[in-house]
């Protein structure tokens, strides 16, 4: 199992996690899984075959729309630190609610896939992407910001 895998296999099981991008840090439970990049190099880190950058922006689309229409509770609510808009329950329109999954397994599978792939090296910001931030085409609400990205 990746670390990937085993945080949305927790945070379905109910365990709550915290991630921060400028730390290179991955909380499970109370366990730090990631801490400043530095992890079990024994453990894979994610299982995803892209090449380059625009393919991982791709995947942080689609992972970002499973997000955003996702059904909020008082868990995800609370949560301190949000990278990321998602709709409230009465902004999300009916054909999304149907398939919708629970807000904290969405945000979990957003965050540690874009975590992931910058410890992988597959994340790396350079001018083309944007100068300060790298907006969606598709979705202007999904905006991920150079500072995020980079480790300086």
């Known amino acids: 199992m990746t670390i990937y895998e085993e945080l949305v296999k927790r945070v379905s099981d109910g365990e709550r ?18 801490a400043d990049g530095v992890y079990d190099t024994e453990i894979e880190l994610i299982d995803f075959g892209c090449t ?22 008082e868990r995800s609510d609370n949560k301190r630190r949000k990278y990321f808009k998602a709709l409230s329950i009465e902004e999300i329109p009916d054909k999304y609610l149907f398939n919708a999954e629970k807000r904290e397994i969405t945000q979990a ?30 979705d202007p609400d999904l905006v991920i910001l150079r500072n995020w990205i980079e480790n300086k």
């Open 17 to 34: 996690f915290y991630i921060n991008f400028k730390n290179r840090s991955m909380k499970i439970g109370k366990k730090f899984i990631i």
């Open 109 to 138: 599978q957003l965050e540690g896939f874009i975590l992931c792939m910058m410890l992988k090296d597959k994340f790396v910001w350079t001018e083309d992407i944007g100068k300060w931030f790298w907006q969606s085409k598709n």
């Open 52 to 73: 380059d950058t625009q393919a991982v922006l791709s995947e942080v689309e689609k992972l970002y729309q499973s997000y955003k229409y996702s059904l909020p509770s």
